[in-house]
DNA sequence: AATGAATGAGTGTTCATTCAT
DNA sequence: CATGAATGAACACTCATTCAT
């Protein structure tokens, strides 16, 4: 009960795209600094919102980093279609995979904050169901061209490429990708 | 009856054995809570030394992480020096690796230490180098046995699971990875 | 499909009803946790309204804590019929005085009201009207008993009690309580 | 861990100092504006040390006003053996009583840091001992000249007579009081 | 008339870093 | 040398209050 304070002016209408705004803000500086550097006060200012915003939408930090990376998961959601359309009927599938991940790995933005969520899902238990749904996502698009087996495969190789890729700087290698992701395919037990 | 001082217990006087200390404490920190929760005040706790000594050892708390992230970078050495042991001259090589990455997960610290080097590398290019080193030291220990591409690609795999395990909480499955172990092997392009 | 409204359940039209309830839950509201801490979140929660309400109905937070103090005023005038009704002419006075405030100290919430209001009307000029008739009320059923001056002492008296048992936990001791009473009442300088 | 600031300037050395005049100066802050609106920055600024300075000596908040009550609990420790002198051996205790009641009240300060320790007291256990600590003190100075039994009706009687007069700013009647005094006193019952 | 949205000042607390001792 | 003290910026979060709807 601090008495008598005096607010000023009242902003737009537009809770649910606030919230959105908020939500995207957050996934950016996720993107940005990491999950450990994401403060109320960076995303305000990415969604450029005053600050009580922030926390008006998303009483914590921890439920506004949640629902950016739950936007995330939304968006590779999206992107997979694209992947799942693009990849056909499994035609030439290790190089046309290759492709995708070579597109995937331009935008580093996506790819950091898959292993942001990653990381902090080794951490923390209430992430891993999400963490887990990411790789499904990947799996399944690949399980109707090539099999639950080597789709778990191909999926773990994906993100090990992803994750060196970001790590080292170093350019990725289509020919060695697609080799090895041939591999993986015609290695499949079938199961 | 001024104050009296108790003359203190006389003080280690031994600066290298507190940098390791301080060094290994970090290491022990970034593990638990990760490089962007890390604090001064955190591994001077675990270190069991006064605060002041962090910053007069490191002057930075990124010298501090960096000292941390170098000693992991050493621990792994040591770690694939068992691994070139126990790979003896590539026979069985997937069955082996596949037990050698299992042993490596069942403690969760140091593969967490890995991502987090891996993570902060991929936003700050000083860290690259060292990233890339990780990297390469799998790669050499794998080459003279199945051949710089096969390596590459089996190093990639490698870190892919080890992510995913820790990210998912899924048990990992010995069977497939070494399918796909055996996969990568074989598809070795010879290079 | 555009997103539907549900027409609402038509809204409570009783604006009288919905000041009381304020009120009434701004009182318990500083019962538990003081006026310092209380907020219009929290009395708006315990009311089960808007938190517009609060400031619709009470234009600042000192207006609700105020109203607030005055319905308790209130109630102590009734708990205080009721104390004249059972002291009667004052026969066994000390003894059933002793009653009267035993039982008021069974529900913590009211005394702990007053003393809020004691201590807020200490720093506040405005409170001090209703912390003195407060006072008086209880002064005004004793006088026609005891006398003015007694009334006095056996009011002091019984603040003191009342502030010492929650202060301390100790449980009252009756006897004592009616020792003192009946010792204060013989006292009367008849005034 | 947020990279690199820089504060400037060390001031006084001076640690079991700088304890003390933290907890002075929250025991002024709580006189004048209670527990429930005491902050750090108050404390920090009538100490005249920096914010950072009040968590440093008292990790929370609740450290502080401990601090703050303790030391007021001593500064009445200090206050009492001056009763204790001027009561002397009991002659004329209700008269000289009245005057060191009347005393104590002239400084408002001290009377009121008590009820905020009573009225704290009454909802946080770990602060009872405190409050009960406080009214034994007074009762232990009465004891020795009027007996246990009529020390307890003194105290309380006094306590009501603060609270009243702060809370209702009426002036004292110091002839009531100590009529009243005197009666509690002959009512001993001897224990 | 009634209320959810909005805002920014203010809170308790943490911490990297500097410095006197 | 080594370290406890010191500091102030920053943080997550709360809240009285105002206002558009």
Redesign the pocket.
């Known amino acids: ?15 649910e795209g ?1 919230r959105r705004a908020l939500a995207a803000a957050a996934q950016e500086v996720i993107a940005d600094v990491g999950i450990g550097r ?5 995303v305000a200012e990415r969604a450029d ?5 922030t ?3 998303f ?4 439920d506004l980093v949640a629902a950016a990376l739950e936007r995330a998961h939304t968006d590779l959601g999206v992107e997979l279609r694209r992947w799942a359309d693009h990849l056909g009927d499994g035609t030439d599938l290790p190089a046309r995979l290759t492709g995708l991940i070579c597109e995937y790995l331009d935008d580093r933005s996506q790819a950091l904050t898959e292993f942001e969520l990653y990381l902090a899902a080794a951490r923390s238990p209430e992430l891993r169901v999400l963490a887990a749904s990411w790789v499904d996502q990947v799996r399944e698009v690949l399980a109707p061209l090539v099999g639950a087996g080597a789709a778990r495969a191909l999926a773990v190789f994906l993100d090990g490429v992803a994750l060196q890729h970001l790590a080292t700087g170093e350019p990725v290698d289509p020919t060695a990708i697609e080799t090895a992701l041939a591999a993986l395919v015609d290695a499949d037990p079938g199961n």
Chains 1, 2, 3, 4 share one sequence.
């Open positions: 009960m601090s008495t008598e304070r005096p607010p000023r002016t009242a902003r737009r209408r537009d809770p606030r994401t403060t109320h006060r960076a919102v005053p600050l009580g915003a926390t008006y939408y009483p914590t930090l921890t």
